[in-house]
């Protein structure tokens, strides 16, 4: 089964700083996609930036970005010039992409505070 | 923010009582699904669906049933509640050729 582990419990950056979450996973699998999640307090879950595993090239949304290697199964997201509206909750995921694993298997979550 | 309802947001309830958690998307997703988050700590899938009378168990056990009669619909029922049964539940839905899964705001249910 597929396991998505997230070392970092709780993190913090100053505002305007950059910070980085790790992501760790462990398939067996080729071809898979993997996202990043922010679940603000009290506020809708929402997509962040999804990499599929097909792709070298890493994920980029505005800020976001993400360091994607394979081979090491890590999936770490940067956050750059961070913003008071970035403080949440940050779940890693992965989706396999076997004809029915249809299933996101999220990780334990990083808190981010962003001190001003 | 997705077109994705969850009602009630927050429902304290005693022992004993029958409960439905109502889920409802307007997006036309066939696939949806129901997760159960304890406070500050990671989702765990109880159940989800590929379609209209299609529901499956997810990877942790639950008390709780499902239902999928319409595609937009996806109530989630606990005959008995019970004080375990205290923890948030988040309603998702995608669509088939689509990776993202949209998330609704959550219940928050607490069994006294």
């Known amino acids: 089964a597929q396991t998505v582990t997230q070392s970092q419990p709780e993190m913090s950056v100053q505002e305007a700083e950059t910070v980085t979450l790790s992501c760790t996973y462990d398939?067996?699998?080729?071809?898979?996609?993997l996202f990043w999640y922010k679940q603000p307090p009290s506020r809708q879950m929402i997509l962040v930036i999804r990499?599929?595993?097909?792709?070298?090239q890493n994920a980029t949304e505005n800020r976001f970005s993400v360091n994607f290697q394979k081979a090491a199964k890590s999936f770490s997201l940067k956050i750059s010039d961070s913003q008071l509206g970035d403080a949440a909750m940050y779940f890693c995921?992965?989706?396999?992409?076997?004809?029915?694993?249809?299933?996101?298997?999220f990780g334990q979550g990083t808190r981010l505070t962003i001190n001003p | 923010e997705a077109d994705i309802y969850q009602t009630p947001r927050y429902l304290v309830i005693g022992t004993g009582k029958k409960i439905t958690l109502e889920c409802s998307q307007t997006m036309g997703h066939d696939k949806m699904y129901w997760y159960q988050q304890d406070p500050g700590m990671e989702l765990h899938l109880i159940h989800y669906s590929y379609g209209v009378n299609s529901t499956e168990k997810g990877d942790l056990s639950s008390e709780s049933t499902v239902s999928r009669i319409r595609t937009e619909h996806f109530p989630l029922t606990l005959e008995s509640a019970r004080p375990s049964h205290t923890s948030q539940y988040l309603c998702?839905?995608?669509?088939?050729?689509?990776?993202?899964?949209?998330f609704g705001p959550g219940t928050r249910l607490t069994v006294l």
């Open positions: 995921a992965y989706r396999g992409n076997l004809q029915g694993a249809q299933k996101l298997v």
């Open positions: 398939t067996s699998e080729s071809d898979y996609y």
């Open positions: 998702a839905s995608r669509p088939t050729r689509y990776n993202e899964q949209f």
């Open positions: 990499q599929e595993a097909y792709k070298q």
